[in-house]
């Protein structure tokens, strides 16, 4: 059912933009809380059949038809549509978010469609059936991901259970995995200890079992949107939906920088600097066959390596990141000269309808003083 709204054009008395946002608490959600939140923008995957350490994914984007899923965004999240949509996705209704005068999908539907991701019931998701056992297998779980050592898993002083699993030594399909899931389905920044409920996904993909990722990151978005210091994600996905829904935007607007894809190659480099180790002695899988993936794009053209690629590519990601962070402080400084020149036209206005109030009230008096005279 469309969201019932006030008409622009006649809405003289509305106390909020009535174009961007579906009511005045979105608008004021938009002001003080996702206005200089930060994001996690989605990144796709490397493969190559000829990387030793990519064939196991290769097997896994093949069992579970990820082709499309895994694949780098073909378009960049804008920073302003991004934020409107969080702003106003409290009051979504139907499974639409308001966003400038449209209605944007945003339920299993439409994401399965961009991605064209296979349909998982959540009655058949491996993840959640897992996360539900009472007495899961701690020791093989840690043992798929490249931890056979005898007690990898950290124990909660609380409940006396593992609650995460160090980061350190894992196999290099699942440390490639473990990037994808921080940013295509449980976003989350870096991390030195894997918390038990990402480890338990990383082990349900490795082992090729179906997965809901499509609930999933809804979750993800749905309690984003209720924190107060939030962290917008999955950027491209929603600038992507505004993009198929029609929402107008200019093309000067901000757009959100792209992070690298992730390459098997590099984060074993990576590995071998940090553990003073050859690839060839990390922990690794060995591929059980030649795979080949089903007709569809290719995830990229040329293999990122080297510790020089890879320090250059660290340092150009932080540049990128530093000059988003100022341009996002450059937009808050307006929005700031905005609300204080509106302020100071604001308070010109009521000193100037005091003063009329004054002549008013002498008017009155001198009227009052000849009435008296006269009586």
């Known amino acids: 059912m469309p969201l019932k709204r006030k008409n622009p ?17 979105a608008e004021k959600r938009y002001k003080e809380i996702f206005f200089a939140a930060s994001a996690i923008s989605e990144r796709g995957m490397f493969l190559a059949e000829e990387n030793f350490n990519g064939v196991p994914i290769l097997e ?8 499309f899923f895994i694949e780098a965004p073909k378009q960049r999240g804008v920073s302003s549509i991004v934020r409107e949509f969080y702003a106003n996705y409290p009051d979504c209704k139907d499974g639409k978010v308001f966003v400038r005068n449209k209605l944007v999908p945003f339920d299993r539907e439409a994401i399965k469609q961009i991605y064209k991701l296979p349909n998982v019931p959540q009655e058949k998701c491996a993840f959640r059936a897992l996360k539900d056992e009472e007495n899961p297998n701690y020791k093989e779980i840690a043992k798929e991901l490249g931890r056979a050592d005898a007690k990898p898993w950290i124990i909660s ?10 980061l350190s030594k894992f196999h290099v399909s699942s440390v490639c995995w473990l990037h994808f899931i921080g940013h ?32 999933l990151m809804i979750n993800q978005v749905d309690q984003a949107a209720k924190k107060n210091i939030p962290t917008l994600y999955f950027p491209c996905l929603i600038t992507a939906l505004c993009a198929k829904a029609r929402v107008p935007w200019l093309d ?36 059980s066959s030649s795979v080949l993936l089903p007709a569809g794009p290719s995830s990229s ?3 990122p390596s080297s510790s020089d690629g890879l320090l250059a590519q660290l340092i150009q990601e932080q540049t990128k990141l530093i000059q988003e962070q100022s341009k996002l402080i450059e937009e808050q400084r307006k ?8 302020s100071e036209a604001r308070h010109q206005e009521l000193v100037g309808e005091l003063r009329l109030l004054k002549l008013r009230a002498n008017y009155n008096t001198s009227c009052l003083d000849v009435v008296q005279a006269n009586v």
């Open 60 to 67: 896994v984007v093949s069992a579970l038809k990820w082709n």
């Open 9 to 25: 054009s006649s809405s003289s008395s509305s106390n909020w933009d009535t174009t961007r946002f579906v009511s005045e608490a």
């Open 301 to 303: 053209s040329a293999t």
């Open 184 to 215: 295509h389905i449980i976003p989350a920044g870096h991390f030195t200890n894997v918390t038990k409920e990402r480890a338990f996904l990383t082990y349900c993909i490795k082992t090729k079992q179906p997965v809901d990722v499509v609930q």
């Open 335 to 342: 929005l700031l000269e905005d609300q204080r020149s509106a």
């Open 157 to 166: 002083s609380t409940s006396h259970k593992p609650k995460s699993i160090q």
């Open 252 to 287: 000067s607007k901000l757009l959100m920088d792209l992070r690298g894809t992730i390459c098997s190659a590099t984060i074993c480099e990576a590995q071998r600097k940090r553990l003073g180790t050859s690839c060839t002695e990390l922990p690794s899988q060995a591929p």
